[in-house]
């Protein structure tokens, strides 16, 4: 494990005059370069929730856009992260980039978008991705491949010929940030970190040391 470390060269120096006045504005640049330079799954990111325990867990989901300030996601709000979402709607969200030595960090308050908001994504979806969402039980234990499989069978066959209902259990977040990091890649470890702070109704920029 005693490789020599990598050089991040790729980018110029990242400076506070590079910066655009909203970091969501920022963010979106950042994710269309990313698209830009061929990433398989450039809205993807790290989402951090918490749970009573105080326990952290984290997974991937997809950026699928913004709303009022925040980064929106879509998912089952029974699962783990739904659950803990519920119960502690504070969380953090991760990107990188690995292509554009970059990285994102966000942390705030998270909510559940509306039933309209949720319905109008929901729609956009492929019907077989409705009837998986339909169909899965979120971090529920199960006890074979087979049984959802016959599941999702089974709701194949009962919305045949019609729309598949929003389900209940599922729609999206949106985590409104107070924090907003943008990390790039320098050599020698010295990586430039320009971090937005929420004050008041506008933003204040601090760099950090790497
Ligand atoms: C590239 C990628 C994208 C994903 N996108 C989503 C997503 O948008 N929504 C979602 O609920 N799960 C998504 N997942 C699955 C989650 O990582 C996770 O397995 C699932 O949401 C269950 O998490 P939980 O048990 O902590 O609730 C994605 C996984 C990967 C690898």
């Given at each position: 494990m005693s490789q020599t470390p990598k050089q991040y060269t790729l980018n110029p120096p990242l400076d506070e005059a590079d910066l655009l006045a909203e970091p969501i504005d920022q963010l979106r640049l950042w994710i269309d370069a990313a698209r830009e330079a061929g990433m398989i799954e450039p809205t993807a990111?790290?989402?951090a929730t918490v749970g009573d325990d105080g326990q952290p867990s984290a997974r991937i989901v997809l950026c699928k856009g913004f709303h009022d300030g925040g980064v929106?996601?879509?998912?089952?709000?029974?699962?783990?992260?739904g659950r803990e979402l519920d119960?502690?709607?504070?969380?953090a969200l991760v990107f990188w980039w690995d292509k554009l030595?970059?990285?994102?960090?966000?942390?705030?308050?998270?909510?559940?978008?509306?039933?309209?908001?949720?319905?109008?994504?929901?729609r956009e979806r492929p019907r077989a991705s409705q009837i998986g969402a339909y169909t899965s039980r979120q971090s529920a234990?199960?006890?074979?491949?087979?049984?959802?499989?016959?599941?999702?069978q089974a709701n194949e066959q009962a919305f045949a010929g019609g729309d598949v209902p929003l389900p209940e259990f599922w729609g999206g977040y949106v985590l409104r940030p107070q924090a907003v990091e943008f990390w790039q890649g320098r050599r020698d470890r010295l990586h430039d970190r320009l971090c937005y702070v929420r004050s008041a109704?506008?933003?204040?920029?601090?760099?950090l040391e790497p």
């Amino acid at each position: 494990m005693s490789q020599t470390p990598k050089q991040y060269t790729l980018n110029p120096p990242l400076d506070e005059a590079d910066l655009l006045a909203e970091p969501i504005d920022q963010l979106r640049l950042w994710i269309d370069a990313a698209r830009e330079a061929g990433m398989i799954e450039p809205t993807a990111m790290t989402l951090a929730t918490v749970g009573d325990d105080g326990q952290p867990s984290a997974r991937i989901v997809l950026c699928k856009g913004f709303h009022d300030g925040g980064v929106c996601f879509y998912t089952n709000y029974e699962g783990r992260k739904g659950r803990e979402l519920d119960a502690h709607p504070q969380a953090a969200l991760v990107f990188w980039w690995d292509k554009l030595e970059r990285q994102v960090r966000l942390e705030g308050r998270v909510e559940r978008l509306s039933r309209e908001a949720s319905l109008a994504y929901f729609r956009e979806r492929p019907r077989a991705s409705q009837i998986g969402a339909y169909t899965s039980r979120q971090s529920a234990v199960v006890a074979t491949r087979g049984e959802l499989d016959a599941r999702m069978q089974a709701n194949e066959q009962a919305f045949a010929g019609g729309d598949v209902p929003l389900p209940e259990f599922w729609g999206g977040y949106v985590l409104r940030p107070q924090a907003v990091e943008f990390w790039q890649g320098r050599r020698d470890r010295l990586h430039d970190r320009l971090c937005y702070v929420r004050s008041a109704a506008s933003w204040r920029v601090e760099r950090l040391e790497p």
